[in-house]
């Protein structure tokens, strides 16, 4: 028999009250949350073209023009729900920072460790989002993969000439390869897919060594940069601690970033290779996505992510899970490139 510690009311109570870290590439090219009450997710992309309007004699009949169209884009999420298993003896310990003998009854500690608990899970959620978000930009696609899950990729359909290896000769770091040469024949061909303009490049720590090596780009690049009425000198750290912003060359803002996670193994992986260099378009207008919460207990509510806990009577275990239905996706993929550039 299992019986409930805290109604699923009061957890989610506790939500808005958590630290969760910010991820850059999900805040800066996939920024909306979008929950849905289904347990797939439909997404309108609108197409247009691009022709002029013609030229016609005033006094004759003009000439008609063929509607936008659009296509509707379905997916099915993976479903992720971490769980930790929560000890009778561990709220008899005491917490880190806490006075030798301890200060808090046993049930302060418990109802501090499922706090604890939940707000791991919240991270681990949104870190696999900012996996989502890297593996989109890094390839236009998502491979979901896990236990009891077939492998499944997601294609948003970006368009081939958006990922990119450099050839030997034209690699950073070759003779008379010019590093902004390349980041603008790479802009105009997001822009010229329908991507918008590309102002956004983010680099792998390795990448950027090599784009400062190129004396004719350093002499271009402006790392003032203006906060609060003040002028700041060199790289600026952004609050995730995962990304520095390194200055600016005309309207193009350069970014140097890496994040790791922890893969099935335990080894760190990093989120995007070595040697990679990203462009974004705020036209990619990527969302972070939610379907159904698929238990009966949350109603099928379409929300972020739902906590629950319970107990297990014999043996006596206590049990913490929160549940999420996520994808990122982004609404326009052509506004997005990458490059391998070694």
């Given at each position: 028999?299992?019986?409930?510690?805290?109604?699923?009311?009061?957890?989610?109570?506790?939500?808005?009250?958590?630290?969760?870290?910010?991820?850059?590439?999900?805040?800066?090219f996939f920024p909306d949350v979008v929950t849905q009450d289904t347990e797939v997710i439909?997404?309108?992309?609108?197409?247009?073209?691009?022709?002029?309007?013609?030229?016609?004699?005033?006094?004759?009949?003009?000439?008609?023009?063929?509607?936008?169209?659009?296509?509707?884009?379905?997916?099915?999420?993976?479903?992720?729900?971490?769980?930790?298993?929560?000890?009778?003896?561990?709220?008899?310990?005491?917490?880190?920072?806490?006075?030798?003998?301890?200060?808090?009854?046993?049930?302060?500690?418990?109802?501090?460790?499922?706090?604890?608990?939940?707000?791991?899970?919240?991270?681990?959620?949104?870190?696999?989002?900012?996996?989502?978000?890297?593996?989109?930009?890094?390839?236009?696609?998502?491979?979901?993969?896990?236990?009891?899950?077939?492998?499944?990729?997601?294609?948003?359909?970006?368009?081939?000439?958006?990922?990119?290896?450099?050839?030997?000769?034209?690699?950073?770091?070759?003779?008379?390869?010019?590093?902004?040469?390349?980041?603008?024949?790479?802009?105009?061909?997001?822009?010229?897919?329908?991507?918008?303009?590309?102002?956004?490049?983010?680099?792998?720590?390795?990448?950027?060594?090599?784009?400062?090596?190129?004396?004719?780009?350093?002499?271009?690049?402006?790392?003032?940069?203006?906060?609060?009425?003040?002028?700041?000198?060199?790289?600026?750290?952004?609050?995730?601690?995962?990304?520095?912003?390194?200055?600016?060359?005309?309207?193009?803002?350069?970014y140097v970033y890496q994040d790791v996670y922890e893969a099935d193994d335990g080894t760190?992986?990093?989120?995007?290779?070595?040697?990679?260099?990203?462009?974004?378009?705020?036209?990619?207008?990527?969302?972070?996505?939610?379907?159904?919460?698929?238990?009966?207990?949350?109603?099928?509510?379409?929300t972020e992510a739902w906590p629950k806990n319970w107990v297990d009577d014999d043996p006596?275990?206590?049990?913490?899970?929160?549940?999420?239905?996520?994808?990122?996706?982004?609404?326009?993929?052509?506004?997005?490139?990458?490059?391998?550039?070694?």
């Open positions: 028999m299992e019986t409930n510690v805290f109604t699923t009311r009061q957890l989610i109570a506790l939500i808005p009250d958590l630290v969760v870290p910010r991820t850059f590439l999900l805040d800066t439909d997404f309108d992309i609108v197409t247009k073209g691009r022709k002029l309007a013609p030229f016609v004699s005033p006094v004759v009949a003009g000439k008609p023009m063929r509607l936008r169209g659009s296509v509707t884009k379905t997916f099915k999420p993976a479903y992720v729900k971490p769980k930790t298993p929560i000890k009778p003896g561990q709220a008899l310990k005491r917490r880190p920072g806490e006075r030798i003998a301890g200060e808090m009854s046993p049930q302060e500690r418990h109802d501090l460790i499922v706090l604890d608990a939940i707000e791991d899970h919240l991270e681990a959620i949104k870190r696999r989002k900012e996996w989502m978000a890297a593996q989109i930009l890094d390839t236009g696609k998502v491979v979901v993969e896990g236990e009891d899950y077939p492998k499944t990729e997601v294609d948003f359909g970006r368009h081939e000439d958006h990922t990119e290896a450099l050839e030997l000769d034209a690699r950073w770091g070759e003779a008379g390869v010019k590093i902004l040469d390349s980041i603008e024949t790479w802009a105009e061909t997001v822009q010229g897919n329908g991507g918008g303009a590309a102002k956004i490049v983010v680099m792998d720590p390795k990448a950027w060594k090599l784009a400062r090596a190129d004396e004719d780009f350093l002499k271009l690049l402006d790392n003032r940069r203006q906060a609060s009425g003040n002028v700041e000198l060199g790289p600026v750290s952004m609050p995730d601690n995962t990304a520095r912003y390194v200055g600016n060359v005309g309207d193009f803002d350069f760190a992986t990093k989120l995007i290779p070595d040697y990679t260099v990203l462009l974004g378009s705020q036209a990619i207008e990527g969302v972070q996505a939610h379907g159904a919460i698929l238990d009966p207990a949350a109603g099928f509510a379409a006596a275990m206590e049990y913490v899970m929160t549940q999420s239905a996520p994808l990122v996706i982004p609404a326009r993929p052509n506004a997005s490139f990458r490059a391998r550039v070694r």
